[in-house]
């Protein structure tokens, strides 16, 4: 089978919980926690003990199926938690178990599986969905093991309408709704470490409760971006999904404590300040172009201002502040007239063709993608669109030509200029 196990990175959150008792000063950086705190060190022997519990119950001795302990990872931080009753989980009944176990089976080692196949696999999850709240044991009992069995790899995936076990039980919690399901949710968010499903859960808590859980996915986020950028994570994952994510869900003090992950993951970082809603990432943007010690992030610093500065005043402000005071490096120039004129960077996939374009399949002019290996960030860029505030921005040029005489600058903003131009006229 195609069945494996997720590596043992939620056993190591608890070897990293008890170590970061020494640096845990370090997780109160602006609401994105370093390490796991002593009360989730607490959470984990909680959890750990229900799920022991369960197994008994269950008469599941583990020994074919025995997951490394979801170690909780999005605690209250309450001294109070470390001495608070162990809370039973509902049992599963052995119907909704073996519902589960028969989603669990399915063999993909032997070849593409059958229509056949599939729609028996989707019958049954189906079926589990169907029995409402009294699903949500097993389907909970399923995501603590932290097993995964990917259908993307085969042509699994189209034949059963999902990308990944793992994906299906979060789906079917998301169809299941209320409270039971809710919980199932915020617990896998709280122990999970795959990008997607943290993308996917944030969506479908959201759908259940607007914003109540916007916290927790943020916790959450946090605490896996510092562990990609601490090589904690498997190089060939991409975190891009998350810094997407916080863009959505994010504050300025989220914005904050992003900026300190922009060693590692600059590209991702730096585009995520820029697109958050309502701006709350424009002044850590701000500062990062005037930080002089971040020799390598603040060319594209100034050109992510500049992509959003006629959307935000205090942007503009500070590319015309830093013009005036001859603190542009000569080399963001080029970078700001981009910014302005050009290509404009955008975290997550490209649009696709038939979307975006007059014919079905004809590629989306302009586009390009990018793969930056340190931190596998992948992104893309497309030129910008006649309606994306042209008269802002040639207003902005106009301003920023009047106050530098430096050659370098002005031959890069005439030029965006008239690139500019060209696009209002199209």
């Known amino acids: 089978m195609t069945k494996h196990w997720l590596r043992s990175l939620n056993r190591r959150r608890l ?40 197994s008994a119950a269950s008469g ?16 209250s931080g309450s001294a109070a938690h470390l001495t608070a009753p162990l809370k039973a989980l509902p049992e599963a ?27 028996e696999w989707k019958k049954t999850l189906q079926t589990l969905t169907e029995q409402g709240a009294a699903a949500v044991p097993a389907i909970r009992e399923f995501l603590m093991r932290n097993w995964e069995m990917d259908f993307t790899a085969t042509d699994a995936a189209g034949l059963l309408g999902q990308s990944s076990l793992r994906s299906s039980m979060v789906n079917a919690l998301a169809q299941i709704g209320g409270p039971e399901a809710i919980d199932a949710l915020v617990d896998t968010l709280r122990s999970t470490t795959l990008p997607s499903e943290i993308t996917q859960l944030a969506q479908a808590l959201e759908g259940q409760a607007p914003g109540q859980y916007r916290q927790e996915t943020i916790n959450a986020i946090g605490e896996v971006l510092n562990m990609a950028s601490n090589g904690q994570l498997p190089a060939d994952w991409d975190v891009g999904t998350l810094f997407k994510l916080v863009q959505t869900y994010g504050d300025a003090t989220t914005a904050g404590a992003l900026e300190q992950l922009d060693g ?60 005036k005071g001859n603190h542009v490096p000569e080399a963001a120039w080029r970078l700001i007239a981009t910014g302005l004129s050009g290509d404009q960077y955008l975290i997550g996939q490209p649009p696709t063709p038939s979307a975006n374009s007059s014919a079905e399949g004809e590629p989306i002019p302009g586009l390009k993608t990018y793969h930056i290996a340190n931190g596998n960030q992948n992104f893309y860029s497309v030129p910008l669109m006649p309606d994306a505030q042209v008269q802002a921005r040639l207003a902005l040029i106009d301003q920023l030509l009047a106050v530098t005489p430096n050659p370098v600058a002005r031959e890069a903003l005439q030029s965006a200029r008239a690139t500019l131009m060209q696009t209002a006229a199209n």
């Open 15 to 54: 070897v990293l919980a008890c170590f970061g008792l020494a640096v845990i000063a370090l997780a109160a950086i602006l609401g994105l926690r370093l390490v796991s705190s002593p009360s989730e060190v607490a959470r984990s022997i909680e959890q750990q003990t229900v799920e022991q519990a369960q």
């Open 60 to 75: 599941d001795s583990g020994s074919s199926h025995a997951a490394s302990p979801g170690a909780g990872v999005a605690g």
């Open 93 to 119: 009944s052995p119907y909704t178990r073996q519902l589960v176990a028969g989603l669990t089976n399915l063999d993909l080692s032997h070849g593409p599986i059958t229509q056949d196949q599939a729609a």
């Open 264 to 323: 590692p993951f600059k590209y991702y970082a730096t585009m995520a300040l820029a697109g958050m809603q309502s701006g709350e990432g424009v002044g850590a943007l701000i500062h990062e172009a005037q930080d002089t010690n971040k020799t390598g992030e603040r060319p594209f610093a100034f050109q992510m201002l500049a992509q959003v500065a006629a959307q935000y005043p205090d942007a503009a402000a500070a590319l015309l502040e830093q013009a």
